[in-house]
């Protein structure tokens, strides 16, 4: 099993900026990424990316404005949010996975609450 730490949640107004990180430790995965859930909305994905081919890949309603990076070396994920609005309000989840194309197995963080006001 992974274990993922998260942090970097937190309260901002419409239009800023916020980052998220995620740390990775035990097993190894082949993918890692950035689900959120809304209150009363389905968990959905807002962005992964491929451990080894770097590879990326974004809801549409984020693409633009959110950015995954990742360090290798250091197990790490971030995921830089601008532009943030009201809709982006949610509880968001680090998920490590089998691969890019299995977002939404394997193992997942505690989730950091992210809040923006209008």
């Known amino acids: 099993q992974v274990l993922l730490n998260e942090s970097g949640g937190g309260w901002v107004q419409t239009g800023g900026s916020l980052r998220l990180s995620c740390v990775a430790s035990g097993y190894t995965f082949d993918a890692m990424g950035w689900f959120r859930q809304a209150p009363g909305k389905e968990r959905e994905l807002v962005a992964a990316?491929?451990?080894?081919?770097?590879?990326?890949m974004y809801a549409d309603s984020v693409a633009g404005r959110f950015l995954i990076s990742k360090d290798n070396a250091a197990n790490t994920i971030w995921m830089q949010m601008n532009n943030l609005q009201p809709a982006d309000t949610a509880v968001y989840y680090c998920?490590?996975?089998?691969?890019?194309?299995?977002?939404?197995?394997?193992?997942w963080g505690q989730g950091t609450q992210v809040t923006v006001s209008s």
């Open positions: 998920n490590a996975a089998p691969g890019i194309q299995l977002m939404g197995r394997g193992s």
């Open positions: 990316i491929g451990w080894t081919s770097g590879s990326t």
